[in-house]
């Protein structure tokens, strides 16, 4: 009963979100929506917990531009009894605002236009996509942000990802998981790149890329169909292309099996929700730490406590033909 109640009683108002479609002759306007997911943190949880409407600004540190077109997240923000909600999980939804905007990558680019300057170690700004189902799932359904699944199966579901971006403004990487089933058997680890890690360039990611200033980052899925043959990385700053050293291919990632591209393919064949994370760890030197990256300790009470409104910064998002979306 108490589901039912809070999911028939409150009525959640997604911010409204305009991403680009584009193709060689121009990019028009998609008007969809945001919603945020059912958890917030470890406090809340809308399958059991009956709590007011969300106020996604004061309550998990999301906004949107007044023409939609750049969303911002702030790493803690205040929920209701004195709780607070560190970082947050957002979904693209469709022009309804009733299902979950699937894409499917393959033949395509996606670009967006970040500001990671504000993001220290052991935080992690992510965009990434997931095969979640466009219905969500039940109790809550789309309204309510439910649905949620990756290769690591946090929240309790299992499904293909691929990590567009995770970063701190130290590091980033881009990362293919595949899974031997629609719903288990994942990759965990995956196969990505990081030009630190990867090709010893230290300077590459702060450098070479200025992270105080926003960067737009293309990634193309070369391919056909539900077949990808390789993923390549661009990053686009004053005026200048730069190129990764590296793209993901079969051979790159020296596999053969359900961890081809060809299966991550198929998965993207049948559509994958786009996410924006923030979040934050002490274990976070997989990403920028070690041989990953030049972070040498983590204290992420102290960063929440004295940089609560540090923020990461999207905008622009584009999807389409490969090379006109930049």
């Known amino acids: 009963m108490l589901v039912a109640l809070a999911v028939s009683v409150f009525c959640e108002k997604h911010p409204k979100f305009v991403w680009q479609q584009c193709t060689k002759g121009g990019c028009s306007d998609v008007s969809g929506y945001l919603v945020h997911d059912r958890h917030i ?8 917990t009956d709590y007011p409407e969300l106020d996604y ?46 894409f499917q990558f393959v033949g395509k680019e996606f670009t967006y236009t970040v500001d990671m300057s504000q993001i220290p170690c052991g935080v992690n700004a992510a965009l990434y996509t997931v095969e979640m189902p466009a ?27 691929f990590d567009i971006q995770e970063a701190s403004s130290k590091a980033i990487v881009y990362t293919t998981h595949s899974c031997q089933s629609q719903t ?43 077949s990808l043959t390789e993923v390549k990385r661009l990053y686009v700053q004053g005026g200048k292309v730069t190129p990764a050293a590296k793209s993901l291919s079969d051979s790159y990632c020296n596999v053969n099996d359900y961890r081809s591209l060809k299966t991550i393919g198929a998965s993207f064949q049948r559509g994958h929700v786009v996410v924006f994370s923030l979040w934050d760890s002490d274990g976070m030197s997989w990403m920028d730490g070690g041989n990953a990256g030049p972070c040498t300790s983590y204290n992420i009470a102290t960063v929440e406590s004295s940089q609560p409104n540090l923020k990461v910064t999207w905008s622009n998002v584009k999807f389409g033909d490969i090379d006109s979306t930049y």
């Open 184 to 226: 288990g058997g994942c990759d965990t680890s995956g196969c990505g790149y990081n030009p630190y890690r990867d090709s010893n360039d230290h300077a590459f990611w702060g450098q070479t890329i200025n992270v105080n200033q926003p960067v737009t980052i293309v990634t193309q899925f070369v391919g056909s169909g539900g």
């Open 41 to 48: 943190g470890d406090v809340w949880d809308r399958e059991n």
């Open 135 to 161: 219905e969500g799932k039940s109790p809550g359904g789309v309204e309510y942000g439910y649905g949620y699944c990756d290769a690591n199966c946090v929240d309790g579901g299992c499904c293909m990802e």
């Open 57 to 102: 600004d004061a309550n998990v540190g999301v906004t949107v531009s007044a023409d939609g077109k750049t969303l911002s997240q702030r790493l803690v923000s205040k929920l209701w009894d004195d709780k607070k909600a560190v970082g947050s999980r957002v979904y693209i939804v469709d022009t309804t605002d009733k299902k979950y905007q699937l």
